[in-house]
């Protein structure tokens, strides 16, 4: 081959080359024009209504039961629980029951920061209300009574709060009064002697084992698309989002778990170690029982210390210490909106203070030292 005809050859592939080249860059601007324009064809998802948002994101709540009832639970041994539950006389100067910490008609509690106990000494931590604690794991901010029958014998020997002396001084207090005696006959009548100590919690505790509170919140999961105003379904979408869920949930919204307070940034106030209190293991330090948030508009002031009056700062509170989220005062306001949607209905006739029995010749008078 000459030099000539090798030039040639040469610049015959050079020409194919760029030919091919040109070729390819053509059919891949027309690739992606094509590709562009059926972007621009195909319609873009609409975005979903705050509801749609909602029923996907609701997976993890459930309505609230009717009661915690137990088997066997009688109507005599919860209306006899609620004679107990108004009755000061089982507190050493007869000056405090059950309701004066958790207030019936006031959502279950006092709105106080702490409670006031025998001799106007203040409590440590804030009362919890009493509606719908059947359900939760455990009883009190710690968790150390694992039912509510076992909760109610605590306040009643507890040295700051109703101050009773010993079991046996209770006893002998409710045997003194007729009216009660024959109470306990007919809410334990297989017994010899029902009225005891253990009578008393269980009964009590039948008592608030009804003591739930339904509200239009428990309507929209058991499907009315209408319960909700548009408020409250964004404040619930942002609830999820922020992941407040993450330890609120189920039928309570809460009161299922334990959490360490400050998860994220050292909680402000640790004087009250939680459940280390009890514990004493070092795991525990700051653990407290997660509240349930059902009637929390109504239930402040807010937190194991009773610290904070406002709700929405309560909500700020747990972004910035336990989520390590910044929520803003529009989110907040949202937020708060529903929550207030967990307000439940109070079935005042259950929880009407009933007439208490008189006393008897022997019934012991109150003791203010």
Request: proline share 6%; aromatic share 8%.
């Amino acid at each position: 081959m000459t030099h000539k005809s090798k030039a040639l050859g040469i610049a015959l592939v050079l020409f194919g080359s760029v030919a091919l080249v040109a070729c390819d860059k053509k059919t891949d601007e027309t690739k992606t024009t094509k590709e562009e324009i059926k972007q621009e064809e195909t319609p873009k998802p609409e975005a979903k209504s705050p509801l749609e948002e909602a029923r996907e994101k609701a997976g993890a709540f459930a309505a609230l039961p009717k009661n915690w009832a137990k088997e066997g639970q009688t109507k005599e041994q919860e209306d006899l629980g609620r004679m107990l539950y108004y009755e000061t006389r089982m507190s050493k100067n007869h000056d405090i029951s059950c309701n004066s910490c958790h207030m019936l008609d006031s959502y279950g509690v006092d709105n106080t920061p702490t409670s006031t106990g025998h001799k106007k000494v203040l409590g440590s931590r804030n009362s919890p209300t009493v509606y719908n604690a059947a359900g939760h794991v455990a009883q009190f901010w710690d968790g150390r009574a694992k039912d509510v029958e076992e909760q109610a014998k605590g306040p009643i020997l507890n040295p700051v709060e109703m101050a009773m002396p010993d079991s046996d001084q209770v006893e002998k207090v409710l045997t003194s009064i007729p009216g009660y005696v024959e109470a306990f006959k007919k809410a334990f009548p297989d017994q010899e002697n029902p009225v005891n100590y253990e009578n008393m919690s269980i009964a009590i505790g039948a008592f608030e084992r009804n003591l739930a509170t339904p509200a239009k919140w428990d309507k929209f999961l058991e499907g009315d698309d209408k319960a909700l105003s548009e408020d409250e379904l964004k404040g619930f979408n942002l609830f999820i989002a922020k992941g407040c869920v993450a330890c609120h949930n189920g039928a309570l919204v809460g009161g299922s778990t334990f959490q360490k307070v400050g998860a994220v940034k050292p909680w402000p106030n640790q004087v009250d170690q939680g459940v280390f209190e009890v514990s004493k293991k070092d795991t525990d330090k700051m653990m407290f029982k997660t509240p349930s948030l059902r009637n929390v508009e109504k239930t402040g002031p807010y937190f194991h210390d009773g610290s904070v009056k406002e709700l929405d700062k309560a909500v700020k509170m747990m972004g910035e210490y336990q989520l390590g989220q910044t929520i803003s005062d529009d989110e907040a306001k949202l937020i708060v909106a529903w929550l207030g949607s967990l307000t439940g209905e109070v079935d005042k006739d259950y929880v009407k203070k009933p007439e208490l029995p008189e006393n008897g010749p022997d019934t012991p008078a109150p003791d203010p030292n």
